[in-house]
């Protein structure tokens, strides 16, 4: 599954020192299992996908929130190493490796 492709090729990255792509790939891995999670579940949400033809943010913070409280923990997670890890860039290596420890939950959950 491509989910565990990419906290693999995240771990890669981090062990690397690629706080940024590490960053990214997490974040990536977490938006897919929202998205494969909500369409296991048929969430009404999918409705919304389907009419704008995408999934925006919103709707991944919409999703997870009706996916319950530890998947919206981890999506939260995954959220800041996207936007303070991959576009701030201001996170550490050792940051990225304790926020990433909660994103890899998400794979338990598939």
Do not use: C, P
Request: net charge positive; hydrophobic share 45%.
């Amino acid at each position: 599954m491509q989910i565990e492709n990419w906290i693999k090729e995240a771990d890669d990255l981090l062990s690397k020192g690629d706080v940024v792509q590490a960053s990214e790939k997490y974040y990536k891995a977490a938006e897919e299992a929202i998205k494969f999670l909500s369409i296991r579940k048929n969430l009404s949400i999918l409705r919304t996908v389907e009419n704008q033809k995408r999934w925006t943010s919103s709707i991944l913070f919409e999703a997870a929130k009706n996916l319950g409280g530890e998947v919206y923990k981890i999506w939260h997670s995954a959220w800041y190493l996207h936007v303070f890890g991959f576009h701030e860039m201001v996170l550490d290596k050792s940051d990225v490796e304790k926020i990433s420890m909660k994103v890899k939950k998400i794979w338990s959950l598939i």
